[in-house]
């Protein structure tokens, strides 16, 4: 994976969910006055452009877990938050260690204390090996899509959180709410066209500036504590 392998991933992977999302609002919303659009034809809408804007997020960090794994960086040319992705097993081993209730053979002081040196010999692991984050754990969307849940993986993964602006964030939000409320069956009243509106165009901007983030951070290789030796301008393209 180099950048241009992840600028083209990006790229295509954008392509289709957007081109989908634009079908969908076309043949639902097409032809009809905003004032007329109908409740159950957005409420379609926000559905799918949830499920695109979780898909697409997930796999641009994911690919981004990726071009740094493919560099094979020790745990010290990484900020300290990269190296926390790449224990995450390890910290949800700890958690269940504490949480857990004692087996018959061993009580649960003990099980504590196994779990802590084997924490350790993994953390010593990483201070010999290259380091490997698990995209499927450091990137995780498991409480749906939404502030929190994009700020705390941009944070894990060293990308600063105001790269993304604040009004999308509520966009996002907007749509999970919306989403999460229809699933459940308690979002059946009129949603404001002006409304679906603005947010749509503020989450399709999001996916596009997403995709700009994650190639600038991998170019100008943002997880670094310091600039590559004799690469002063990041890995360039």
Same mark, same amino acid.
């Given at each position: ?7 083209? =991933? ?11 999302? $634009? ?9 009809a006055?905003? @004032? ?6 957005? $409420?379609?809408?926000?559905?799918? #452009? ?7 997020? *997930? ?14 960086? $020790?745990? +010290?040319?990484?900020?300290? #938050?990269?190296l926390?992705?790449a224990?995450?097993a ?6 269940? !260690? ?17 779990? +802590? ?12 090996d290259?380091?490997q ?17 994009? *700020? $705390? ?11 993304? +602006? @604040?009004? #999308? ?10 989403r ?8 059946? =009243? ?14 399709? #901007? ?8 994650i190639?600038? !951070?991998?170019s100008? =290789?943002?997880? *670094?504590?310091?600039?590559?030796v004799?690469k ?6």
């Open positions: 994976m180099n950048i241009s392998d992840l600028r083209l =991933e990006l790229e295509n992977d954008l392509s289709w969910r957007l081109g989908e999302l $634009r079908h969908l609002r076309n043949r639902l919303l097409a032809g006055p905003m @004032r007329e659009w109908e409740a159950k034809s957005m $409420r379609a809408i926000l559905v799918m #452009q949830y499920a695109h804007l979780e898909g697409f997020t *997930r796999n641009a960090l994911s690919l981004y877990v990726d071009l740094i794994n493919h560099l094979s960086l $020790r745990a +010290h040319e990484v900020h300290p #938050q990269l926390a992705s224990l995450a390890e910290f949800k081993e700890l958690a269940a !260690a504490s949480a857990g209730q004692a087996s018959e053979n061993e009580g649960k002081l003990t099980r504590r204390a196994k779990s +802590h040196v084997t924490f350790l010999g993994r953390l010593r692991e990483l201070s010999d290259p380091l984050i698990a995209a499927e754990l450091a990137v995780s969307t498991e409480m749906n899509l939404g502030n929190d849940v994009l *700020r $705390r993986n941009l944070f894990m993964l060293g990308i600063p959180e105001d790269k993304v +602006h @604040r009004s #999308q964030y509520v966009a996002i939000e907007f749509v999970k709410t919306t999460n409320d229809i699933a459940h069956g308690s979002r059946k =009243e009129v949603i404001p066209p002006s409304l679906f509106e603005a947010h749509w165009k503020k989450c399709e #901007q999001f996916m596009n500036d997403l995709a700009r983030i190639t600038t !951070a991998a100008e =290789e943002w997880f *670094r504590t310091a600039p590559a004799g002063p301008g990041g890995q360039g393209a």
